[in-house]
T-cell receptor, first 112, second 110 residues
Framework: NAGVTQTPKFQVLKTGQSMTLQCAQD?????MSWYRQDPGMGLRLIHY???????DQGEVPNGYNVSRSTTEDFPLRLLSAAPSQTSVYFC???????????FGDGTRLSIL | GQQVMQIPQYQHVQEGEDFTTYCNSS?????IQWYKQRPGGHPVFLIQ?????EVKKQKRLTFQFGEAKKNSSLHITATQTTDVGTYFC??????????FGGGTRLMVKP
């Protein structure tokens, strides 16, 4: 089992560009989520999904979109990248909302 | 909304010394989880506590959940260089999403 797979691992964008961060899990988990991690800020929830076809906003959703067309995949889209979105992004999954989270390796994103 | 505060933010210890990080919630929690993130890595689940006053041990690590289910602690006895990393607590109300604390970064001098 691969667990939670995130791609790409690193990315550099210019301000205004758009891109999609990919996340896939093979554990048949219903709950998936995206976090961003900035120095001294811990993990902040961007968006989450409790099952296919259902998504909701977390603590810091502005500038990001998500969709959940299948149980396995939960992509995160940056609509128009801004320098403030420079961060490390983690995707996580679990059986249910408040159960132990399995994290991917992260995507390190720099926006110039 | 629910807030989870964690202290201290940083801790330097000499190898062999003990270490404790504390987690406090603004609301009563249904469970609390602890994660460890090695430098450059991703958070890895360590343990979950559910019952009031619960104490669990993993080798040199001792986890406690407060009687009121609003606070928790992680204590490491006789730290080793392999303990280096950031320790996060995460708490949730029943059925709600997890809220992570800001983490405590542990640095161990050999």
């Amino acid at each position: 089992n691969a667990g939670v797979t995130q791609t790409p691992k690193f990315q550099v964008l210019k301000t205004g560009q758009s891109m999609t961060l990919q996340c896939a899990q093979d554990m048949n988990h219903e709950y998936m989520s995206w976090y961003r991690q900035d120095p001294g800020m811990g993990l902040r929830l961007i968006h989450y999904s409790v099952g296919a076809g259902i998504t909701d906003q977390g603590e810091v959703p502005n500038g990001y979109n998500v969709s959940r067309s299948t149980t396995e995949d939960f992509p995160l889209r940056l609509l128009s990248a801004a320098p403030s979105q420079t961060s490390v992004y983690f995707c996580a999954s679990s059986y249910r909302t408040n159960q132990p989270q399995h994290f991917g390796d992260g995507t390190r994103l720099s926006i110039l | 909304g629910q807030q989870v505060m964690q202290i201290p933010q940083y801790q330097h210890v000499q190898e062999g010394e003990d270490f404790t990080t504390y987690c406090n919630s603004s609301t009563t929690l249904s469970n609390i989880q602890w994660y460890k993130q090695r430098p450059g890595g991703h958070p890895v689940f360590l343990i979950q506590l559910v019952k009031s006053g619960e104490v669990k041990k993993q080798k040199r690590l001792t986890f406690q959940f407060g009687e009121a289910k609003k606070n928790s602690s992680l204590h490491i006895t006789a730290t080793q260089t392999t303990d280096v990393g950031t320790y996060f607590c995460a708490g949730s109300n029943a059925g709600n999403m997890l809220t992570f604390g800001g983490g405590t970064r542990l640095m161990v001098k050999p």
